[in-house]
């Protein structure tokens, strides 16, 4: 049965979420335009009111027949590839969660690669990354379903702050990943080489070309010497083409995986809290967080011009329940703190409970929140104001350790007060002895368990989350 694509028009009308939980939301592009964020992708938009889900035909039911057709990469000859194919093969468990994963995704990624004029192999390279999973975190930080390093990701102006990781933003990220391996084809003229820089930086790819041409060898991808995490790279991805390509031939199972849109995007112009979206949307907080993993904090702003990404069906239900829903959209609300202090400081300051302010915001215990930060808490009763752009765009949360306790000073002991008010004796060097080991005893004792002492410092500070 031939599926039907949502129009796909870039002035079609936005879904939007407007107004406050008692008045009727609005469904129209005419707030939205001017604020669009012009760096937004253009994903999926409807006008539920107006569009349906059958306006045009699909080319194909099958989208992996069309990322088949889109296939450009020519083939690497190394044992690499066999090598990483039986890998793959080995594992038929992983490879589903895997795709699994990936049908959230993958058909707004292959419309990218494809509107880019892009081969249809880099839509896959999320499985080498990340295996699709939005929420994956690398030893070195990196973040998302393309791994984009913070630093990366702030060259490619994915915002980074207290509220969202645009780097776990699907729409954002794939974005700003298809932008960064555009510029590095046109830089290196060469998508194998294009992809080593992407996994291994491009000054160390341009380094390792330098190194070859002085010595009058070839510069291809095969030919250069590079860490083994690079050059097991692009194998990785070609073994994934590979089963893509004849999934039977490894008797594989890829997932029915449908030629049409997964989600659509809502414009957020109310502040709403996660958990009442999921609700609205009828979906669970792990389904709303597997197409929404960028939002850091319960609540989505919309001062920040946020979108969420619900799949068709569920933006229906959203729309129909957010009519007749009559409570407040979110219960939080950001203050900038003007001094440094610890949350139960600040719990007492502002009648909270600092559990709460603990949790919400990630503060380990011995921490204390430095002057200039941005905390979420709970909104005060009768508060129904949103949280003001420059937190939501700027918002940091800077924490630093808290202060040892000063130890406090001893009571002398009555040998020492005797020592100070009798005259010198002669004593025995055994007695001498004894005396003086004591204190080196006891601070000993007081490094190794941490306690208020000046040795404990130490000891504080390594335990401490």
Known sequence: MMRRLL?????????????????????????????????AAKAPRVDLSKQSVSNLMAPSNDLWAQIRQGFQLPELDSPLVEKQTQWL???????????????????????????????????????????????????????????????????????????RDERRDVLQSTNAALDYLQRLYKQFGDWQLAL????????????????????????????????????????????????????????????ELENHPYFVAIDVTRDIDVDVAAQLAEMSLEDFRNLNPAFNKPVILAAADQQMLLPFARAELFQMNLASYTKPLSSWTALKV?????????????????????????????????????VLIPKPPGKESDIPQYLADHGQLKLDR?????????????????AKTTPKKATNSKTASTQQKSPSTNTTKSAKTGSNSGSGVNASVKTAP
């Open 7 to 39: 129009l796909l028009i870039g002035s079609a009308a936005i879904l939007v979420l407007s107004g406050c939980a008692s008045t009727s939301p609005e469904w129209s592009s005419s707030s939205a335009d001017t604020r669009r964020d012009p760096r």
């Open 89 to 163: 093969v080995n594992r038929p468990d992983y490879v589903n969660r895997s795709m699994a994963r990936s049908s959230r995704y993958l058909f707004y990624i292959v419309e990218e690669v494809n509107r880019r004029n892009m081969p249809t192999e880099i839509a896959l390279l999320p499985f080498v990354e990340s295996a699709f999973n939005p929420e994956a975190k690398s030893t070195a930080k990196a973040m998302g379903i393309w791994q984009f390093m913070p630093r990366t990701g702030q060259d490619f102006k994915l915002t980074q702050n207290v509220f």
């Open 196 to 255: 080593a820089a992407y996994n291994w930086g491009e000054g160390n790819v341009a380094r390792a070309i330098k190194r070859n041409q002085a010595l009058r060898k070839p510069t291809d991808y095969e030919s250069l010497t590079m860490p083994r995490e690079t050059r097991e790279y692009v194998p990785k991805l070609m073994a994934y083409k590979n089963i893509v390509q004849n999934p039977g031939v490894y008797n594989i199972v890829l997932p």
């Open 338 to 374: 003007t001094k440094s202090e610890t949350p139960e400081q600040l719990a007492t300051r502002l009648a909270l409970n600092p559990e709460t302010i603990r949790d919400v915001n990630n503060i380990p215990r011995g921490m204390r929140i430095r002057a200039g930060s941005t």
């Open 402 to 418: 808290t202060a040892p306790a000063k130890p406090k000073a001893s009571k002398p002991s009555q040998a020492s007060a005797n």
